[in-house]
């Protein structure tokens, strides 16, 4: 016979848990179309601006960038915003608000503006969460969860290439060694139409002997990578003229193994019944929260990165793709079951079963393609670069004027029906020293609404000759 064990907000490992597992769940809600991870989650304030363009993702424009010697680095502003917010994460404060900890689970890196609102999302969140939700749904109007097939992979790298072959004192040959985090989320949610309905109604809205459901497939991958790669830079020569400044084809290729410290998959369901007067029912079976969990804490794989293209005059092209091949093996992977019996008693207690051990699992996500072009003039450069990942196609256009100590950007992005602009500037503040910022738009909250973001970062410029 199984085991069944009940959690309190006292037993605080178990519990924990629960709410690290509902987190990842639904944390996938609050992104729009991937926008948060093509374009936030860069660490250079100068793609953020561009709307992404030439980030971490385009292996081309990171190769390029490599062969120019800039470095940049995050400023946290979002880790700061959340220290000073942090009582909204501990579920024992009178503070804690778990849709804006989902937003800072969107994006923890970039200050946003209006994260300390509070609304019908979070009420209906915390009420799920605690078993006290209130009988009558139209408390919750206004709160309208979308259905949503979404990912995103995180994976900048940093390292250097070692020189193989020089000549005439440029690099053309090398071997490339980096590193850096892997980080996928991808999410499956449907919303029950009524539910949608009732949500949407301007008015009191009541359906008698009904039954909502919203189901939600998250999974979530934590790994470094470690790179090895080759880079080939070959100068182009024009007929009957010297080689050309800059004037470069570029390859670059990266096998990168990936060490994995943590596998998350959840599969969550939530089910909400009423009875004949259009209020939501008590029983257990009419009202539940269940959700199966599979984790994992190692795990091993490969994944591959080529890209190439041609630096020409004040033209650039180029063409990459990421995450080739890609796979993970986790290992011993263990699966519990969480259920929380009545959702409107006020009686938080979780029962979870035992773990059950289920084996190896292989994970492999879908390659992302990019093609860019882009014009440098000596004040001012244009932009635009094409991508698809996760089954999303986006299109991004930019501009940038440059000043002997300032530079300014603008940006706006388009995915499916969605235009969202970005900008941003940099200030010289040292001969080798720059302030990059940048603003952006968003929609990364449960209600959709647009929200403006701050990131920022410094960057170390390579010595000019």
Partial sequence: MPFHSQVSGDASPNLRAAITVMALSLSMCLVSESLLFAQAWDVDARAVALGGIGGSQNVFTSTVDEQRGDHSIVVPLGLIQLLLDRDI??????????????????????FTFGRNRSDAGALFVSGVRNGALQPDLN???????????????????WGHTFSLQKRDGEVRQGLYVGAGPYLSLQTTLRVDDGLRTLLTSGTQAYQPNAHFSIADRSLGQGAAAFAGGYRAHFPLRRKGSATASGDATYLA???????????????LRL????????????????????????????????????????????????????????????????????????????????????????????VALPATYRGNASYRGDRWSAMAEV?????????????????????????????????LP????????APRFWVDTAMFSATANIERRTQYSLAMSVRIAARRP
Avoid: C, M
């Avoid at 994460?89 to 970039?110: G, K, M, N, T, W």
């Avoid at 290729?253 to 599969?267: A, C």
């Fill in 89 to 110: 994460l501990d579920f024992r404060s009178p503070q804690f608000d778990p849709v804006r900890a989902l937003e800072y689970a969107a994006d923890p890196i970039h």
């Fill in 139 to 157: 408390t919750y109007r206004g709160f309208v969860p979308a259905d949503i097939v979404a990912g995103g992979l995180l994976t900048p790298k």
């Fill in 253 to 267: 290729v990266n096998l990168n193994y990936l060490r994995g410290f943590h596998y998350e998959d959840v599969d």
């Fill in 271 to 362: 089910g909400l019944g009423t009875d004949q007067r259009g209020l939501l029912a008590p029983s257990a079976q009419a009202s539940s929260l269940g959700f199966t969990r599979r984790t994992a804490g190692s795990g091993s794989g490969f994944a591959l990165d080529i890209a190439t293209g041609v630096t020409f005059d004040r033209f650039e092209f180029g063409v990459s793709a990421s995450n080739i091949a890609n796979a993970i093996t986790w290992r011993n992977v263990g699966e519990r079951n969480y259920s929380l019996g009545s959702l409107t008693s006020g009686n938080r207690l979780f029962t979870v079963t035992p773990v059950v051990a289920r084996g190896d699992v292989r």
């Fill in 387 to 419: 991508a698809h990942d996760f089954a999303n196609a986006s299109l991004r256009l930019g501009f940038e004027e440059r000043f002997r100590r300032a530079e300014l950007r603008g940006a706006v992005s388009n995915y499916g029906d969605t235009w």
């Fill in 422 to 429: 970005s900008g941003g500037f940099s200030l010289q503040i």
